[in-house]
């Protein structure tokens, strides 16, 4: 088993449990591979949440770096027992970020990334429903229809600044609107227009749409991109990697069994992964086929 998106305790604020625990455990619960992809350093204190207030820029960039060197030092230690890769998950705030994650990327030799859009306008629209409805008040007239429709401009701007190899949590804007999230997308025909825009774009550059399972811890039914999304990425020749976007011990590998069920509700026969080869990164492919006889999935049988 596999995931490309993590988070410990030890360096953001809202996770629990350390690196090593978190690492530990994906060893434990049998994965084969597992990504650990820290937030990057905001570069404004504007930027900063609410249990961040007592900190600096610089007290960001010098968490970061500790994270890169400890990852780095626990691929090695546990290089026999599972394939650890070391990357970041992306912010993109304000277009000044494409220079700040290219300064960061020259620093460090990411194995891979996850790019994520967390903010509209500025604003989170994750944290809370009182900020995503004051994120969904500064686009134009101030609906979830004008909110979805800048959110997935501003993620077109980071795929096509960035070009990540993984895009997180595709529709991450809908987490808060759940009755219009139960909805297909194509009531709102520009905001079709702009998801198939991205979507076009991610393909053709060959990056792989993350199949994000901490949706359903959420509340949500599914994982993110939802069925309408993901439908699209079939049709289109997209590719779907996994993730659980762990954020303690507690979250590695949770509902894997629940994101198992829609992709065979789907019908997607394969995910695509990464993977080292001679330390260098790249992207295989495995059948679901195969995937289903891995004993990984004996430790939900109760679930």
């Known amino acids: 088993m596999r995931s490309h998106h993590s988070h410990s305790g ?9 690196l090593d625990d978190i690492v530990e455990q994906a060893i434990a619960r049998g994965f084969k591979s597992y990504c650990l992809t820290e937030h990057i350093p905001r570069n404004s204190l504007a930027d900063l949440y609410p249990e961040e207030k007592h900190l600096q820029v610089s007290d960001l960039e010098s968490n970061f770096d500790k994270f890169y060197h400890h990852a780095r030092q626990l691929q090695s230690k546990y290089a026999d027992q599972i394939t650890l890769l070391v990357g970041c998950e992306t912010d993109y705030i304000r277009p000044d ?5 290219a300064k960061l990327r020259t620093k460090y030799n990411f194995d891979m990334f996850v790019g994520s859009i967390h903010h509209v306008k500025q604003v989170p629209i994750d944290l809370d429903l009182p900020t995503w409805e004051l994120a969904m008040r500064k686009c134009g007239a101030g609906t979830p229809r004008d909110l979805y429709a800048a959110y997935f401009d501003e993620q ?3 795929i096509v600044d960035l070009k990540p190899p993984i895009v997180g949590h595709f529709d991450l804007i809908r987490l808060f609107s759940m009755q219009d999230s139960e909805k297909s997308i194509s ?4 905001v079709l227009a702009k998801v198939e825009r991205n979507l076009d774009y991610i393909i053709a550059y060959g990056g792989l749409i993350e199949l994000n399972s901490a949706a359903v811890r959420k509340g949500w039914t599914e994982p993110y991109p939802r069925a309408d999304i993901c439908k699209m990425v079939l049709d289109k020749g997209g590719q779907f990697c996994l993730s659980d976007d762990s954020h303690g ?3 590695v590998g949770l509902n894997f069994h629940k994101t198992l069920e829609q992709i065979e509700k789907l019908g997607i026969t394969e995910l695509s992964y990464f993977d080292l080869e001679n330390g260098e990164p ?22």
């Open 10 to 18: 030890d360096y953001i604020l809202h996770a629990k449990d350390s």
């Open 97 to 101: 970020f494409k220079s700040l994650i």
């Open 156 to 158: 077109y701007a980071m």
């Open 187 to 190: 009531q709102w025909p520009e």
């Open 249 to 251: 011990i507690a979250q």
């Open 282 to 303: 790249v992207v295989r492919k495995e059948s679901i086929a195969v995937i289903k006889t891995e004993p990984f999935w004996a430790q939900y049988k109760n679930q």
